[in-house]
C-alpha cells in the first residue's frame, strides 16, 4: 500500500465511519477499486479504526471526563446510569463479535454485491426516519439502549452501516435527537478497542507481515483521525435536525452501483 492509497482509504474511513453510509462497506470499495491486498487491508482497518476512537475522544472529551468523573463516586446518578447503558447496549455485539464472528463471515463474506445489498438496507433504515411518525422526546431507557445495541450487532455485516443503524434505530424507538448520536458514537468505543485487541493477541495485527510502510502508516491514520473529527461533529448537527434522507438516497445509489460492479466484475 503506497502512501496515497492509505490517505485516500484514512479520508474514506474517517468521514464514513461517522457519516450514516457504512465504513466498512466504503474501506471495501475503495481497496477494491485502489487493489489493496487482504493482508495489508486487516492491519490497515485496525489502525484507522483507531484513528476514529480517537476522533471521538476528542469530540466527546468533556463529556467523557464528566461521565467518568461521577462514575466513579461510585453513587446512581445520571452519569453512572448512562455508562451503564453504554455497557448494557455493548452485550449484543459482544456476544456477535465472540462466538459469531467467524461464522458470520464465512457465511456472508463481504463480496462487492453484499455490500452493496447491505447499503441497500441501511438506505431504507434512513429513509424510515424521514417518512415513517414517530414519537419524538422519550428518555434513553436501559431497553431502548439494548434495541440501538442489536442494531449494533447486525451492523457487523459489511455495508451495513453502523452509525445509520444505530442512530435509525434511536429515532425510530423516538429516542430525543440531542442524545442518539452522542450515545450511538460513545457505545462504540469499547467495541471497536476490543476487536483491535483480539486481532492484536491473535496475530492478525501487525505491521512487519502487512507490509506498511511509515509514510503509509501516518498518513492513512492522521487523515483517518482529522476527517473522523469533521464528520463526527458535522453528523451530530445532521442528527438534531432528523434529516437523513440526503444519505439514504446516497446509500441507495452506491448499493446500486456495487451490486452491479460486483456481478460484471
Given at each position: ?95 456477535v463479535g465472540v462466538f459469531f464472528k467467524d461464522q458470520v463471515e464465512a457465511i456472508f463474506g463481504e463480496g462487492l454485491v453484499l455490500v452493496g ?136 445509489v452506491i448499493g446500486i452501483v456495487a451490486i452491479i460492479f460486483g456481478i460484471v466484475c
Amino acid at each position: 500500500m503506497t502512501w496515497l492509497q492509505a490517505l485516500i482509504l484514512g479520508i474514506v474511513q474517517g468521514f464514513t465511519e461517522f457519516l450514516p453510509v457504512s465504513s466498512s462497506g466504503h474501506l471495501i470499495i475503495g481497496r477494491e477499486i485502489l487493489g489493496v491486498g487482504v493482508d495489508e487491508n486487516v492491519t490497515f482497518e485496525v489502525l484507522v479504526h483507531a484513528a476514529t476512537v480517537l476522533s471521538t475522544l476528542t469530540v466527546f472529551w468533556k463529556e467523557i471526563v464528566q461521565l467518568l468523573a461521577k462514575f466513579f463516586k461510585f453513587e446512581w446518578n445520571e452519569e453512572t446510569q448512562y455508562i451503564c447503558k453504554i455497557l448494557f447496549s455493548m452485550i449484543p455485539v459482544l456476544i456477535v463479535g465472540v462466538f459469531f464472528k467467524d461464522q458470520v463471515e464465512a457465511i456472508f463474506g463481504e463480496g462487492l454485491v453484499l455490500v452493496g445489498c447491505m447499503l441497500l438496507v441501511t438506505a431504507l433504515l434512513l429513509a424510515l426516519t424521514r417518512f415513517v411518525r414517530f414519537k419524538e422526546n422519550k428518555p434513553l431507557t436501559f431497553g431502548r439502549a439494548f434495541l440501538i445495541g442489536c442494531a449494533q450487532a447486525v451492523a457487523v455485516l459489511p455495508g451495513l452501516s453502523r452509525s445509520g443503524s444505530t442512530i435509525a434505530t434511536g429515532l425510530l424507538s423516538g429516542v430525543r435527537k440531542e442524545e442518539v448520536a452522542q450515545f450511538s458514537f460513545l457505545m462504540v468505543i469499547i467495541p471497536i478497542l476490543g476487536e483491535a485487541f483480539l486481532d492484536l493477541v491473535g496475530g492478525d495485527f501487525s505491521f512487519a507481515q502487512s507490509g506498511l510502510s511509515l509514510p503509509a502508516i501516518l498518513c492513512g491514520f492522521f487523515s483517518a483521525y482529522v476527517c473522523g473529527v469533521l464528520a463526527c461533529r458535522f453528523m451530530i448537527n445532521i442528527v438534531k435536525k432528523a434529516n437523513l434522507a440526503w444519505f439514504a438516497i446516497y446509500c441507495a445509489v452506491i448499493g446500486i452501483v456495487a451490486i452491479i460492479f460486483g456481478i460484471v466484475c
